[in-house]
């Protein structure tokens, strides 16, 4: 029995052996197989760069002589260059025929199996420190080498893996990610209006909690970045984003990829700026081309508020795509507005505060309680907003509307207001024919003259509108470096522009330096035979305008330093000869306010000092404009219409117009509100004298409340004339 127990030990043992066995070489096996199919692709690839290497050898100009060193590293330059899984591959060939290198080595010095001697040499590879075992000094010798070349495969891992973890940050930092927004606020470009138009973002934003602002440009990411970090530092005006976040991404905006990589297929709404330092008309054509590649997109449903500088080429963009595109030409609405300001001093001001964010803005909304109300019914339905104007069902755009119109289902009641929730319907109790019947003296037209000092390149198109305004027999006189010869050229500009003709005005030509002294105390007018011998002096003027232009080279803080200067000179010369009419007891002229036109927002803390209240923050009030149309663009049919000489214009009117303050300074707004509806006006606010006729009071609060009114009160309206 023992005997029996002992021999099924052996057998027992003996087939553990045995199956211990088979297994090592079933392992052994497989491991050879492993490493031949992993070295096929490696010595394929090997083989493959070596035929093209005696190919080009036995093909190339015997001239050109090189070695197998400058072809192996010229090879390795193409393939690490033109792949991006170049550098993996690389390292996970060397890894491999290390291993085998191992593997094959360990087998013949120690006689192991295949298997046992791969597997220890990638803990070698891997683990640098469980060579230490190691007792025959082949093993040694063996295991030593491949721990060095396990050092370097390491070495060369952590290098690559830094490099692409570098390149994932540099792109980043070049804003190259996506953007994955939706219902954003998308710009195209930068310019100087930029970080003004993303402030009036971020104020229409507010009421929000904030919102998201992407800017897509050709500008570095971090020179745009560091640009709004300097403006939200800014000791004076700085820049409030107010909640909402900015995101940069630097990128052609006229390329698709571009567009797509910034979701402008997602955004609430797009605006195109127009480049700086091009010429208008490439710099238009370019705007063009936005047009189109905006239009190419899929699913692309919000409007986009495109930038021009050449009012000859609105129509460009109409023809392209109008259904998406409003046009805001820039020159054209500064131009005109700097023509109302010349004839309305402290106009600007009220303009600046209607279209900017801060304060009060233009609503349109349905009200469904108020179908079958006449306009004039309307006058007096809200606590905080004023109604201003009509949207119908139809489409049409109605500023001022005649008191009879009566709204109908659908209409939207333009209004001015603080929010587009902060104001609702009230009772209608207040006496809507409240002595409505009083019709003040208007202001009577009369002959003007005006000097213009500066030049600008739509002088024609302002010249057009200016005629417009005044009184036949007005004189227009034109102080400027440009030659007298070239001036009529340059009304032409270019031949896209018909002969300037005037019906009103008589223009009187002055070649001279606005910022030298000599040429401003005394302005001879010329022709293109030399002076005519009349002459002008600054107290001669009814209204006096400072012109900037960028477009001779200047940026603006030079253009500005231009203007102020021109604006001290003429105020410190109007004192003088004010003086010296008092000394020689003649009756001088009301000396008028000089307006000058101001580029750089940082420039307003100077004005103060030059004592200049009546001044046109021309970008500021473009950079306005421009939002306003981004989040309503009716308001850009609304805006321009405002600023055009036909139809309703916004006037400065004294408060005698609608009270007799003789015997009723004691009145409500409400009150004046309908009165100047008897005489077919909105009122949106007024000025008072007592707080030095400066301070703009839109959509004022407590309507119906009354107060006193005194001589020198302006009454901000909506008029015909």
Not at 142 to 163: D, P
Not at 419 to 424: G, L, V
Not at 496 to 502: C, F, G, S, V
Not at 638 to 661: K, P, T
């Amino acid at each position: 029995m023992e005997e029996s127990g002992e021999d099924c030990t052996l057998e027992a043992s003996g087939f553990k052996n045995d199956s211990g066995q088979y297994y090592e070489k079933t392992m052994s096996v497989w491991s050879v197989l492993f490493m031949i199919g992993g070295c096929y692709p490696i010595l394929k690839f090997l083989w493959i760069e070596y035929r093209h290497a005696t190919s080009k050898l036995r093909s190339m100009d015997e001239r050109l002589h090189f070695t197998w060193s400058e072809q192996i590293e010229y090879r390795l330059d193409y393939h690490l260059s033109s792949s991006k899984w170049a550098k993996p591959g690389l390292l996970m060939s060397f890894t491999f025929l290390l291993i085998v290198f191992g593997s094959a080595s360990l087998t013949l010095v120690d006689d192991v199996p295949v298997s046992t001697s791969a597997w220890q040499a990638w803990t070698y590879v891997a683990d640098p420190g469980t060579h230490a075992d190691a007792e025959s000094m082949g093993h040694k010798v063996v295991s030593f080498i491949i721990t060095i070349g396990g050092m370097i495969v390491f070495a060369l891992l952590i290098g690559i893996i830094s490099e692409v973890i570098g390149e994932k940050v540099d792109r980043l930092k070049e804003g190259k990610a996506r953007v994955l927004e939706a219902n954003h606020t998308l710009i195209l470009g930068w310019s100087d209006k930029a970080l003004a138009i993303i402030q009036e973002i971020a104020y229409a934003n507010e009421s929000e909690s904030g919102g998201t602002i992407v800017i897509l440009a050709n500008h570095p990411k971090n020179e745009m970045e560091e640009l709004l970090s300097a403006a939200i530092e800014a000791r004076e005006h700085g820049l409030q984003l107010l909640g909402s976040q900015v995101i940069f991404r630097c990128g052609d905006p006229l390329m698709e990829k571009s567009l797509r990589q910034v979701s402008a297929s997602s955004a609430r709404s797009i605006i195109a700026l127009s480049p700086d330092g091009l010429d208008p008309d490439e710099a238009d054509s370019r705007m063009i081309r936005q047009v189109l590649a905006l239009k190419a997109l899929a699913n692309l449903k919000c409007h986009v508020v495109v930038e021009m500088q050449d009012i000859d080429n609105k129509n460009l963009v109409d023809l392209v795509e109008p259904n998406i595109s409003e046009v805001v030409v820039a020159h054209d609405v500064i131009g005109r507005l700097m023509i109302q300001c010349s004839r309305a001093p402290g106009l600007a001001n009220v303009i600046e505060e209607l279209i900017g964010f801060q304060g009060s803005e233009l609503y349109f909304a349905e009200w469904p309680e108020l179908v079958g109300s006449t306009f004039f019914q309307v006058t007096c339905r809200f606590d905080d907003a004023i109604p201003a104007g009509v949207k119908t069902a139809k489409g049409q755009i109605l500023i001022n509307p005649t008191n009879d119109y009566r709204l109908q289902a659908g209409d939207k009641l333009l209004c001015l207001a603080e929010d587009n929730d902060s104001y609702t319907l009230n009772k209608g109790t207040f006496p809507i024919d409240a002595k409505k019947s009083f019709r003040g003296k208007n202001p009577v037209q009369r002959v003007e003259k005006l000097l213009f000092c500066g030049w600008r390149r739509d002088m024609a198109d302002m010249i057009k509108q200016l005629d417009d305004y005044v009184q036949k027999g007005s004189e227009l006189w034109l102080l400027n470096v440009v030659p007298t010869s070239e001036r009529r050229v340059l009304f032409l500009d270019k031949g896209n522009k018909e002969d300037l003709t005037t019906e009103n005005l008589t223009i009187k030509h002055v070649v001279g330096n606005p910022i030298v002294r000599r040429d401003l105390l005394k302005l001879e007018a010329s022709d293109d035979n030399g002076r005519t011998g009349e002459v002008a002096y600054l107290d001669d003027f009814d209204s006096l305008l400072i012109l900037a232009d960028v477009e001779n080279g200047t940026d603006m803080q030079s253009s500005d330093s231009r203007s102020l200067s021109t604006l001290l000179l003429i105020q410190d010369l109007q004192q003088k000869l004010q003086k010296q009419h008092q000394q020689e007891n003649r009756k001088a002229k009301p000396l008028c306010a000089p307006i000058s036109e101001i580029l750089d927002t940082r420039t307003r803390s100077l004005l103060s000092v030059a004592n200049c209240k009546s001044y046109v923050m021309s970008n500021q009030i473009i950079s306005s404009l421009i939002a306003q149309v981004a989040e309503e663009r009716d308001l850009n049919y609304v805006l321009s219409d405002l600023l055009c000489a036909e139809g309703s214009e916004i006037y400065l009117r004294q408060v005698s117009c609608y009270l007799d303050l003789a015997n009723e300074s004691y009145e409500s707004f409400w009150n004046i509100s309908l009165r100047a509806r008897g005489m077919r006006q909105v009122v949106l606010g007024y000025k008072l004298q007592q707080a030095g006729g400066s301070k703009v009071v839109l959509n004022p609060p407590n309507k119906s409340a009354k107060r006193t009114w005194a001589e020198g009160d302006t009454i901000i309206v909506i008029a015909l004339e």
